[in-house]
C-alpha cells in the first residue's frame, strides 16, 4: 500500500479544523476555520447535482470578500443546518462582519449525500456543527471522519460493492514560503487513482473480491458479465476546501477554486458528473503579503487536491 502524502491543510497558516461524526448513522461534519477576521473566499462548483450554502456571496462583484469558515456536511440537504451551529458559536464569540447590532458570520457550506450507508432519519444539525467547530485545531483525522464518515466511491458498476471513501488532507509548502493546503470529502460515483503512479486505489468490487473499474465500463473494455449502472442525481458528491497563506484578490481566489478541480479530474474518473455535486471553496489567509508566481500557486493547489483524494483512501486503508 502507498504511503500517506504528507501535511495536511491545518499547516496553512491561519486555518484550523473541528470534526464530528456520529459513527453509528455514518455521518459527519468537518468544518475549516479561517483567521479570526475572515480569509477571502471563493468557489467553484462543477458537479450537476450540488447542495449549497451562501456561495453567491463569495462570487467575485458581490460586497462581501471574505468567509470565517467553511462547513462541509453529510445528510444531503438536511446537513445544510450544521452552519447553523457554526454560526451561532462563531457570532457568540464576537466573530462576523460588524453590522452594528450584531455580528454576522459568513460560513459557506456544501453537502455530500451519505443516507444510504447509515440511519437515514439521522443526519448533522446545528449541534453537530457547533461541536465540530468547538473542535477545531491544527491536525485532524484522516478516512472515516467528520464529514467523510459515510463517503463511499466507485458506485457505477451494477450489483458491485462501492469502496469506502472518506476525508483527506494534504499541503505542500512551495519554495518561497508559502504553504498551499486542501481537505477533500471523496463521495464519488467515480474510481479514485494515485495521481503519482497512476494506479488505481479504489473501485467497485463484487461479492467475489473482483474489482470492476468504471473507465472498463464507460468504453465498453470490461468483460461481458459486467453492467453499468446510473445512481440517482445528487447522491455522490466530493467537496472540499483549498488554503493558501498568501495575499489574493478575490478574482484570483475564485480562480484557484476553478482551478483547482483539476486534482479532482486526476484523482477521480470520472468526475464532475450529473450525478456528483462536486463543489471545491478557496480560502487566502494573507500572511504572505508580497506577490505570488499565481501559476505557480494554482498548480501547487491541483497538486495537493490531488493528493488530497488519494489520502482519503489511503487512510481508510490503512
Known amino acids: 500500500?502507498?504511503?500517506?502524502?504528507?501535511?495536511?491543510?491545518?499547516?496553512?497558516?491561519?486555518?484550523?479544523?473541528?470534526?464530528?461524526?456520529?459513527?453509528?448513522?455514518?455521518?459527519g461534519v468537518t468544518v475549516v476555520l479561517g483567521p479570526r477576521e475572515g480569509a477571502m473566499a471563493g468557489v467553484s462548483?462543477?458537479?450537476?447535482?450540488?447542495?449549497?450554502?451562501?456561495?453567491?456571496?463569495?462570487?467575485?462583484?458581490?460586497?462581501?470578500?471574505?468567509?470565517?469558515?467553511?462547513?462541509?456536511?453529510g445528510g444531503s440537504a438536511f446537513g445544510l443546518s450544521a452552519a447553523d451551529g457554526v454560526m451561532?458559536?462563531?457570532?457568540?464569540?464576537?466573530?462576523?462582519?460588524?453590522?452594528?447590532?450584531?455580528?454576522?458570520?459568513?460560513?459557506?457550506?456544501?453537502v455530500l449525500f451519505d443516507l444510504a450507508v447509515g440511519e437515514p432519519g439521522t443526519t448533522p444539525d446545528a449541534a453537530m456543527g457547533r461541536a465540530?467547530?468547538?473542535?477545531?485545531?491544527?491536525?485532524l483525522q484522516q478516512g472515516v471522519f467528520?464529514?467523510?464518515?459515510?463517503?463511499?466511491?466507485?458506485?457505477?458498476?451494477?450489483?458491485?460493492?462501492?469502496?469506502?471513501?472518506?476525508?483527506?488532507?494534504?499541503?505542500?509548502?512551495?519554495?518561497?514560503g508559502i504553504t498551499v493546503g486542501a481537505v477533500i470529502a471523496v463521495n464519488a460515483v467515480g474510481d479514485v487513482y494515485d495521481a503519482a503512479s497512476?494506479?488505481?486505489?479504489?473501485?467497485?468490487?463484487?461479492?467475489?473480491?473482483?474489482?470492476?473499474?468504471a473507465e472498463g465500463l464507460l468504453r465498453g473494455a470490461a468483460p461481458a458479465p459486467y453492467q453499468m449502472r446510473i445512481p440517482p442525481p445528487g447522491t455522490n458528491t466530493t467537496i472540499g476546501v483549498i488554503a493558501v497563506d498568501c495575499k489574493l484578490t478575490k478574482d484570483q481566489v475564485t480562480r484557484l477554486s476553478d482551478v483547482a478541480h483539476g486534482g479532482?479530474?486526476?484523482?477521480?474518473?470520472?468526475?464532475?458528473?450529473?450525478?456528483?455535486?462536486?463543489?471545491?471553496?478557496?480560502?487566502?489567509?494573507?500572511?504572505?503579503l508580497q506577490e505570488v508566481n499565481f501559476v505557480k500557486l494554482c498548480a501547487a493547489a491541483q497538486e495537493v487536491t490531488a493528493r488530497a483524494?488519494?489520502?482519503?483512501?489511503l487512510s481508510v486503508q490503512g
Not at 450537476?48 to 462541509?72: F, I, K, M, Q, Y
Not at 451561532?88 to 456544501?110: E, N, T, W, Y
Not at 470520472?270 to 480560502?283: E, I, W, Y
Open 1 to 27: 500500500m502507498s504511503k500517506l502524502y504528507p501535511g495536511d491543510v491545518t499547516q496553512v497558516h491561519g486555518i484550523r479544523v473541528g470534526q464530528a461524526q456520529n459513527e453509528k448513522a455514518r455521518t
Open 88 to 110: 451561532r458559536f462563531l457570532s457568540q464569540a464576537g466573530i462576523g462582519i460588524d453590522m452594528g447590532i450584531a455580528r454576522i458570520p459568513i460560513v459557506p457550506a456544501a
Open 45 to 73: 462548483v462543477r458537479g450537476g447535482a450540488p447542495g449549497t450554502r451562501e456561495t453567491d456571496v463569495l462570487r467575485p462583484g458581490n460586497l462581501v470578500e471574505v468567509a470565517h469558515a467553511v462547513v462541509l456536511t
Open 264 to 288: 479532482l479530474a486526476r484523482a477521480i474518473r470520472p468526475s464532475h458528473t450529473q450525478m456528483d455535486g462536486d463543489t471545491l471553496f478557496a480560502l487566502a489567509t494573507e500572511r504572505v
Open 132 to 139: 465540530a467547530v468547538t473542535a477545531a485545531g491544527k491536525g
Open 198 to 213: 497512476g494506479k488505481c486505489i479504489a473501485s467497485a468490487r463484487m461479492s467475489d473480491g473482483t474489482a470492476v473499474l
Open 146 to 176: 467528520g464529514a467523510g464518515c459515510g463517503c463511499t466511491v466507485g458506485k457505477l458498476v451494477q450489483n458491485a460493492l462501492p469502496h469506502q471513501g472518506g476525508i483527506g488532507s494534504a499541503s505542500i509548502t512551495l519554495p518561497e
Open 309 to 313: 483524494v488519494a489520502n482519503a483512501i
